[in-house]
């Protein structure tokens, strides 16, 4: 079963806006990955973030992780059109590692020109 | 580098039929994996490797082979194809001891009539 769920499903923002996407999971983890998927393509990597860290960047992306509530967030700042996609959480449980990463069904993120 | 290349990118299949889904990678990692992708959801981990010779199963194997016999190779057979086997296959490759980043190949689009 999915262990990742994104909020919210779909997210419409004007260019220069920020967009934050949210993930919750259910079970201890190594470690949370975000992944972002243009359409008809394969998943690109964005950031990873382990369990013993808060707050992560990575140019305009934050990802923040709180284990106590099993939730994570993506923001990203200054929004551009080439930023739509669809984003994916993917956690590595702590039994079994990223081989088997569990991902949750995604925020379609569509910033408007 | 190539990275993680798939073959096909489309196939249609009649129920019944086998086929074998290709993946290769020439980053020479140690790790792949095969996820599906269904409308409106995630990826799915159908079975994966830790190395040449080592395959298990992930979340849902049923319906799927797989075999290892070199570091670059890793096809995914279809025995006989179902209708619920309708789905966009995705491969990945992660290098044992990196920061836990998968790489995916561009997907195979698979219909089974």
């Known amino acids: 079963s999915q262990q990742g769920e994104e909020d919210p499903q779909a997210l419409s923002i004007q260019e220069g806006e920020n967009a934050t996407m949210n993930c919750s999971y259910k079970?201890?983890?190594?470690?949370l990955q975000w992944y972002r998927q243009n359409s008809g393509r394969g998943l690109v990597h964005l950031i990873l973030?382990?369990?013993?860290?808060r707050e992560k960047h990575s140019g305009r992306l934050r990802v923040t992780l709180d284990t106590s509530k099993k939730s994570s967030s993506l923001l990203i700042t200054a929004s551009r059109a080439a930023d739509t996609a669809s984003y994916f959480c993917?956690?590595?449980?702590?039994?079994?590692?990223?081989?088997?990463?569990?991902f949750g069904k995604g925020t379609k993120l569509t910033v408007n020109p | 580098n190539a990275g993680v290349t798939q073959t096909p990118k489309f196939q249609v299949l009649k129920t019944g039929q086998s086929m074998t889904l290709q993946c290769a990678q020439d980053?020479?990692?140690?790790?792949m994996s095969w996820y599906r992708q269904d409308p409106g959801m995630g990826l799915r981990l159908i079975h994966y490797?830790?190395?040449?010779?080592?395959?298990d199963q992930g979340e849902v194997p049923n319906g799927y082979n797989v075999s290892r016999s070199t570091t670059e190779d890793f096809p995914l057979r279809l025995l006989s194809a179902a209708p619920s086997q309708t789905s966009v296959y995705f491969c990945?490759?992660?290098?044992?001891?990196?920061?836990?980043?998968?790489?995916f190949g561009p997907g195979t689009r698979l219909t089974v009539l």
């Open positions: 990945a490759s992660r290098l044992q001891g990196s920061t836990d980043t998968q790489y």
């Open positions: 079970t201890s983890i190594n470690n």
């Open positions: 993917a956690t590595a449980p702590s039994q079994g590692g990223s081989e088997k990463l569990v």
């Open positions: 973030i382990r369990s013993n860290e």
């Open positions: 490797s830790v190395g040449a010779g080592i395959t």
């Open positions: 980053m020479n990692h140690e790790y």
